[in-house]
């Protein structure tokens, strides 16, 4: 997906640390700054099926693309980040002729789901698609940024 000339219109940036950018946002705000995640993003865009195939051959209990996800969310919550995982829901539109694109395997989602829960990550069902609703969560100004 991408809008032509977004990055035209958007200019050179600059760069600022995530640690800076938190620090920054607390000062002048005097609250965290909140990214709303979409949790499809981080699942799909972690580790490949082949790695993770290869580290439960060796590990056949293991779960890599949890334990990936929850070094992230650890490296933020230290960086005093508010985090929102949205989850798709039941009425993720159609792509390719499939529900979401893809196969939701429910458990992996329970694993996840538990583990936002205890460390006090909240987290949310979209009506549909994740990433429609981190826009609207950002749109309401109920986060300062989206991660899709």
């Known amino acids: 997906m991408g809008v032509t000339g977004l990055w035209d219109f958007l200019g050179e940036g600059t760069v600022v640390s995530l640690a800076e950018l938190s620090s920054k946002h607390f000062q002048k705000e005097n609250r965290r700054f909140c990214i709303a995640i ?6 799909f865009n972690n580790l490949t099926d082949q790695q993770v195939k290869q580290i439960q051959a060796k590990e056949p209990r ?12 650890l490296g933020l919550l ?13 009425g ?4 390719r ?8 395997d429910y458990e992996r989602l329970r694993l996840l789901k538990s583990m936002l829960d205890h460390f006090g990550v909240q987290f949310i069902v979209a009506p549909g698609e994740a990433e429609a609703e981190c826009a609207r969560l950002q749109r309401l100004g109920i986060v300062d940024a989206v991660w899709s």
């Not at 529900?99 to 939701?104: A, L, V």
């Open 38 to 43: 979409d949790e499809a993003c981080w699942r």
């Open 62 to 73: 293991a779960n890599p693309v949890e334990k990936a996800i929850l070094y992230r969310i």
């Open 78 to 90: 230290r960086l005093n980040f508010t985090l929102i995982f949205v989850f798709d829901g039941p």
């Open 92 to 95: 993720r539109p159609w792509k």
């Open 97 to 104: 002729g499939r529900r979401g694109g893809g196969k939701i």
